[in-house]
């Protein structure tokens, strides 16, 4: 791989030390965060819902919880969880759970016990979930019921404590009946409020949250992150999303998992931390469910994947919402096409901000959030990130120079633990002084605007020329027959890689013909497709990521 750099790697590097986009903040933003050494996420939330003990925290189908409704039901958990459970400081207890109350409730309480949690995904298959229990051996799991016969298929789950939550059977449908030795939700709340408080210490450097990476591209990694970590994380976010999207007492559309780290730093614990009412909506998938819940309220804003925004638009009555309360739609999870984020700003009137980050930071380490917006860019770096870009084949030659192509490199008080059990993949990743390695292509204009260009390892290369899927993706999901399309690479024998595109079809009518004579305007020969392939639906992960690998491993 060519990458140009600066005749003097020093200089580049001492360029992106200076961080020169924080030029581009705004008056009120500072470049760095202010966060004290033993600073806790469980003081952050108890100090919330004490401050904002009236407000409105969670909504589901009408039934509300207030903040210090939350602040009761989570000590009197946390009871439960250390007087009849007897989970220990360290222990781990797994979440099977979609965004209902149940979540917040156990997180709360799970942090109050000195207890790290780790989240799955509630469309995980039992044996997706094997891996996990065999490598974390969590004491216990709080599981939604009908999701529960999955989870005890699961080879290993039979000696974890059984917490299980219901809600409504129209969300989910009616669960079997549980086992003689689960205890339900409720009950166990009941039970914990005639138990003695719990007194424990938690410090910043505590483990608080295991979290399993999205694995689109190969085996998944448990991410260990300390209540440091994610509190420095959470600063971030409280200085930079407050003026774009809700204050106290404002609500917003919770679509995006609470088991994603983007649905748990930006929804479930950023708005928390700021007394905002979360409407919950437990499955992402349930476009309908959201334009109902929509309707009549003043949502603020609304944080999802490019794909479900996608969905959202193409759903029923969405277009004729009142969209006067909405301060911004936010995007995560994967680089946003250009025709997506303009039908949404055309059609709400409201824009449509991206931001960067992954689940090795907890959060979002930059975006479009009080800066100038950049056509393609993801945005600028946050306060007390910082950045650098190496050449992937090359690294120890030293930062490439600015505009150059480059792995971004990240650094800051906000990056993982590391990887839990894996000392190889985290003496790969991490750098002896602290840089994290994000198999992510890109590069940093003279501003310090950030533009991404995929995956190093999804990157085609036809005959010695770098193709990134996501710059074809952007140009061909522009057709207006399309409404969705990935690109990835094939073999061939002249030009060792070509593109192949599979396309979902929005106008029934789109041909190949129309798609190869779309490219043959819009990209450069070396870009134009080998293979033009049309499915229903693209392959997806739970939280709407493309399935990518599936795709190119589809027989030819």
Not at 109 to 124: E, K, L, N, Q, S
Not at 336 to 361: C, M, N, S, V, W
């Amino acid at each position: 791989m060519n990458l140009g750099r600066l005749d003097a790697a020093a200089d580049a590097a001492a360029w992106y030390a200076s961080r020169p986009w924080t030029a581009r903040y705004p008056d009120n933003l500072p470049r760095d965060i202010r966060v004290g050494p033993d600073e806790t996420m469980l003081a952050l939330l108890q100090d919330a819902c004490a401050r904002h003990a009236d407000l409105v925290a969670f909504e589901l189908d009408g039934k509300t919880l207030t903040y210090a409704d939350w602040a009761r039901q989570a000590d009197a958990l946390a009871r439960f969880f250390v007087h009849e459970w007897k989970l220990e400081p360290g222990d781990r207890v797994l979440f099977l759970l979609p965004n209902v109350p149940a979540f917040p409730i156990a997180l709360l309480a799970a942090w109050t016990a000195g207890v790290a949690v780790m989240p799955v995904y509630i469309a995980a298959t039992s044996q997706e979930m094997e891996g996990p229990i065999r490598a974390i051996a969590p004491k216990a799991v709080v599981g939604l019921d009908v999701l529960m016969p999955t989870l005890r298929a699961a080879r290993g789950s039979e000696a974890m404590k059984q917490l299980v939550v219901t809600v409504a059977p129209d969300l989910f449908g009616v669960a079997a009946p549980a086992p003689a030795d689960a205890v339900a939700f409720d009950a166990a709340l009941a039970r914990g409020m005639r138990l003695p408080p719990v007194q424990r210490d938690v410090h910043a450097n505590d483990l608080a949250l295991m979290s399993y990476t999205g694995g689109t591209t190969g085996v998944s990694k448990a991410v260990r992150t300390t209540h440091a970590n994610m509190r420095a994380g959470i600063e971030i976010l409280r200085l930079t999303m407050e003026e774009h999207t809700c204050r106290a007492g404002g609500l917003v559309a919770s679509v995006h998992p609470f088991s994603h780290a983007a649905g748990m730093s930006v929804n479930l614990l950023q708005y928390s931390s700021r007394g905002v009412t979360q409407l919950l909506f437990p499955r992402m998938i349930d476009a309908e469910r959201v334009v109902a819940g929509w309707r009549g309220r003043p949502i603020n804003s609304i944080l999802a994947g490019p794909a479900f925004h996608n969905r959202l638009m193409a759903t029923p009555g969405f277009a004729e919402l009142d969209f006067s309360a909405l301060r911004s739609g936010l995007v995560g999870g994967m680089p946003l096409r250009a025709d997506i984020r303009d039908r949404f700003e055309q059609i709400t009137g409201k824009p449509l901000l991206q931001g960067y980050g992954l689940t090795e930071t907890s959060v979002p380490i930059a975006g479009e959030l009080g800066f100038e917006r950049r056509l393609g860019s993801v945005g600028f770096p946050f306060p007390s990130v910082e950045v650098t870009m190496r050449d992937p084949d090359a690294p120890d030659l030293g930062a490439v120079a600015p505009g150059r192509i480059g792995e971004v490199w990240l650094r800051g008080l906000f990056m993982m633990a590391g990887y839990d059990q894996r000392p190889d993949e985290n003496a790969r990743a991490i750098t002896a002084d602290g840089w994290f390695r994000t198999g992510d292509l890109g590069r940093m204009e003279p501003d310090g605007a950030l533009y991404l260009l995929g995956r190093i390892k999804d990157m085609i290369n036809v005959d010695g020329a770098n193709v990134y899927p996501a710059a074809i993706e952007d140009v061909v999901g522009a057709h207006p027959g399309i409404a969705d399309v990935c690109a990835v690479g094939m073999p061939d024998e002249e030009d060792g890689e070509r593109v192949r595109l599979f396309i979902v079809r929005r106008d029934p009518s789109l041909d190949e013909d129309a798609v190869r004579a779309w490219c043959l305007e819009k990209l450069s020969h070396f870009k134009q497709p080998k293979r033009v392939e049309f499915l229903d639906a693209l392959p997806r992960s739970a939280v709407d990521k493309l399935l990518r690998r599936e795709l190119a491993e589809r027989p030819l």
